[in-house]
């Protein structure tokens, strides 16, 4: 069975910052594109950031410079870390895992697998 399973959300002040991680089960996710998502009340889920099964990274353009995905294929885990975070970056964050050669990873239509999400909260 497999399983996406997200932690290290929280809440956290603005400028502040904060590190999730997604461990998945179940079967190999190394030829996998790895994934975050997030959604804030109200609105559409929307891609964050994905760590391609080639090797290669991409960012929402509101997060570039400020989040850093990265992931370890020996243990199937992939973390996203967010610095000097906003406001804007509360939402529900979501791990997801595509087969190789999907190409639209910024659509979550391409994804077969999702975590349960983890809350993030940017407040003073």
């Known amino acids: 069975q497999v399983q996406l399973v997200e932690s290290g959300g929280g809440l956290v002040q603005p400028g502040g910052s904060l590190r999730l991680s997604c461990a998945a089960s179940g079967r190999t996710f190394s030829s996998y594109t790895m994934s975050w998502f997030r959604q804030a009340p109200g609105k559409e889920r929307e891609f964050v950031a994905a760590?391609?099964?080639?090797?290669?990274?991409t960012y929402y353009e509101d997060v570039k410079g400020r989040f850093t995905i990265s992931r370890d294929k020996t243990k199937n885990n992939v973390y996203l870390r967010m610095n000097s975070l906003k406001a804007e970056d509360t939402a529900v964050y979501y791990c997801?895992?595509?087969?190789?050669?999907?190409?639209?990873?910024?659509?979550?239509?391409?994804?077969?697998?999702w975590g349960q999400g983890t809350q993030v909260t940017v407040s003073s």
């Open positions: 760590s391609k099964w080639s090797g290669d990274t």
């Open positions: 997801a895992a595509a087969p190789a050669g999907r190409t639209s990873y910024y659509s979550g239509l391409a994804y077969d697998y």
